[in-house]
Structure formats: C-alpha cells, structure tokens
C-alpha cells in the first residue's frame, strides 16, 4: 500500500503563496510521476501539475508562471510552491502518484486551499 499524506493548505489573500507538500511512504517503487490535481466546488477534478521521474513537468494553462513543482526523490516527497494567488485557485487539493507494479494511481487525502478575494 502507498500513502500519501498532504500537508501545507489553509486560508491566503489573493496575491499571496502557500507551499504544499505530500509525502509518501508505504510499498514505493516504479514511481513513475507524481503530481498535484485540484477540484473546486462543483467542478471536476483537473491536473495542477505533475513531475515525471526524469524530471519533465507539466502544467495547467491556468497556473504556468505562477506554480512550481519539484520533488526531493530522497525523502519521496514533492512540493508544490504557489504565488500571485487567485480566488479561483480556491480548491480542495490532492496529492497523485503514479506507480507501482500496473501502473496505478494512488491519491492523498486533500487539503484545502481558499483564496479571499
């Protein structure tokens, strides 16, 4: 089993950061990408970011230049830095890892993230 444990949500003002983080531990291996998704009231869930193992990153249009993702393969770890925040990044935000024998996705539990206008 993967567990993936998120941590670094809360309440910001527009314009503001906040840095997430989501460790994992468990039966780790093959881990092939790991990355971020959001889901707002309503709306379905979309990729924020996502690093592979070799290091390419992927974003979302919406969050080019303004998010960073990037990882510590030592500690399995990634992070996710956000600034110029928007009231419309307000979300519920879940930790992805991809990997594992099929490959498989496994996911965190979420964190809040509400930005105040």
């Known amino acids: 089993q993967v567990q993936l444990v998120e941590s670094g949500g809360g309440l910001v003002q527009a314009g503001g950061s906040l840095r997430l983080s989501c460790a994992a531990s468990?039966?780790?291996?093959?881990?092939?990408?790991m990355g971020w998704y959001r889901q707002a009231p309503g709306k379905q869930r979309e990729l924020v970011a996502r690093?592979?193992?070799?290091?390419?990153?992927t974003y979302a249009d919406s969050v080019k230049g303004r998010f960073t993702i990037s990882k510590d393969n030592a500690k399995n770890t990634v992070y996710l830095q956000m600034n110029s925040l928007k009231f419309e990044d307000t979300a519920v935000y879940y930790c992805?890892?991809?990997?594992?024998?099929?490959?498989?996705?496994?996911w965190g539990r979420g964190t809040q993230i509400t930005v105040s206008s």
């Open positions: 992805n890892l991809f990997g594992g024998l099929s490959p498989a996705d496994y």
């Open positions: 468990g039966s780790i291996f093959n881990i092939r990408a």
């Open positions: 690093i592979w193992s070799g290091g390419t990153t």
